[in-house]
T-cell receptor, first 110, second 115 residues
Framework: GEDVEQSLFLSVREGDSSVINCTYT??????LYWYKQEPGAGLQLLTY?????DMKQDQRLTVLLNKKDKHLSLRIADTQTGDSAIYFC??????????FGKGTRLSVIA | DTGVSQDPRHKITKRGQNVTFRCDPI?????LYWYRQTLGQGPEFLTY????????KSRLLSDRFSAERPKGSFSTLEIQRTEQGDSAMYLC?????????????FGSGTQLSVL
């Protein structure tokens, strides 16, 4: 079945790295995504990774995928106050719409 | 091209009234999706279209919910006889239908409050 789990809250100091974790259950996932949502706004696609990759780096963002454990993480280097938002993990399974986790609220302390 | 556009941004209505939301997708995107998001939750899939065809509607929350995309461009989501439990953010998203990579682009949402 489809299920995506995330921890609900994370608090970090400005300048530190943030690591947001996600686990999923469906081994047929093809792509996994990270979206960012700021208050009162829609979801913004941050990055994604194909399921046969184990790492992807995009500027301050690093995505790590452990397909064996069905574990995905998003690392944000040099976290800034503007990174404060809710981060959603989502998995793409063939012939089904994207399944989202409940989101991790990242708070950055100046 | 300004991305996915939703209207209105906010809607306040009384219980029992009907409401309709509009979504204009990115112009070259032939797939359009509706999601609902309640407080503290992730987006929950409702329905989607490929061009004007509604390919999945079994997850619409009740028969009070309906969606259309008559000309394969903009879409509307209607909720009849609204209930307080319908209060949520309604998100529209679109993508090109030809790609395996399901990169969805979301609008800013319509926040519905049912009093």
């Amino acid at each position: 079945g489809e299920d995506v789990e995330q921890s609900l809250f994370l608090s970090v100091r400005e300048g530190d790295s943030s690591v947001i974790n996600c686990t999923y259950t469906d081994s047929s996932s093809t792509y996994l995504y990270w979206y960012k949502q700021e208050p009162g706004a829609g979801l913004q696609l941050l990055t994604y990774i194909f399921s046969n990759m184990d790492m992807k780096q995009d500027q301050r963002l690093t995505v790590l995928l452990n397909k064996k454990d069905k574990h995905l993480s998003l690392r944000i280097a040099d976290t800034q106050t503007g990174d404060s938002a809710i981060y959603f993990c989502a998995e793409s399974i063939p012939k089904t719409p994207l399944v989202f986790g409940k989101g991790t609220r990242l708070s950055v302390i100046a | 091209d300004t991305g996915v556009s939703q209207d209105p941004r906010h809607k306040i209505t009384k219980r029992g009234q009907n409401v309709t939301f509009r979504c204009d997708p990115i112009s070259e995107h032939n797939r359009l999706y509706w999601y609902r998001q309640t407080l503290g939750q992730g987006p929950e899939f409702l329905t989607y279209f490929q061009n004007e065809a509604q390919l999945e509607k079994s997850r619409l929350l009740s028969d009070r919910f309906s969606a259309e995309r008559p000309k394969g461009s903009f879409s509307t989501l209607e909720i009849q006889r609204t209930e307080q439990g319908d209060s949520a953010m309604y998100l529209c998203a679109s993508r090109k239908g030809t790609e395996l990579n399901e990169k969805l682009f979301f609008g800013s949402g319509t926040q519905l409050s049912v009093l």
